[in-house]
């Protein structure tokens, strides 16, 4: 029932566009604190190190899903799979 559910589940008409349009800001996001903090970003002595990675991390495999998505014609096999890190994006905005 689960697996029949997450693949033939209605997707909303703006659904994708939406996703996008967040995904965009967030890698613009990432982009401009990698710009503004130079090498100090991925330095692990940073205090912010572990958030960073964590950061980078989401926004890489929020792209390769969009990548993915528009790549393939089905949402199954791996694509699906992907799509479960989708709730790893609510744990960005839990951060102190």
Same mark, same amino acid.
């Given at each position: 029932?689960?697996?029949?559910?997450?693949?033939?589940?209605?997707?909303?008409?703006?659904?994708? $566009?939406?996703?996008?349009?967040?995904?965009? =800001?967030?890698?613009?996001?990432? !982009?401009?604190?990698?710009? @503004? %903090? /130079?090498?100090?970003?991925?330095?692990?002595?940073?205090?912010?190190?572990?958030?960073?990675? $964590?950061?980078?991390?989401?926004?890489?495999? =929020?792209?390769?899903?969009?990548? !993915?998505?528009?790549?393939? @014609? %089905? /949402?199954?096999?791996?694509?699906?799979?992907?799509?479960?890190?989708?709730?790893?994006?609510?744990?960005?905005?839990?951060?102190?």
């Amino acid at each position: 029932d689960v697996q029949y559910f997450a693949t033939t589940r209605a997707r909303w008409p703006a659904q994708d $566009f939406v996703e996008g349009l967040f995904a965009g =800001m967030f890698f613009v996001e990432l !982009l401009l604190r990698g710009y @503004a %903090q /130079g090498r100090v970003f991925l330095a692990w002595r940073e205090k912010d190190f572990g958030w960073n990675v $964590f950061d980078v991390v989401v926004v890489s495999t =929020m792209m390769l899903e969009i990548i !993915l998505a528009n790549i393939t @014609a %089905q /949402g199954t096999g791996l694509l699906s799979q992907l799509s479960v890190l989708r709730v790893i994006r609510l744990l960005r905005t839990m951060r102190a």
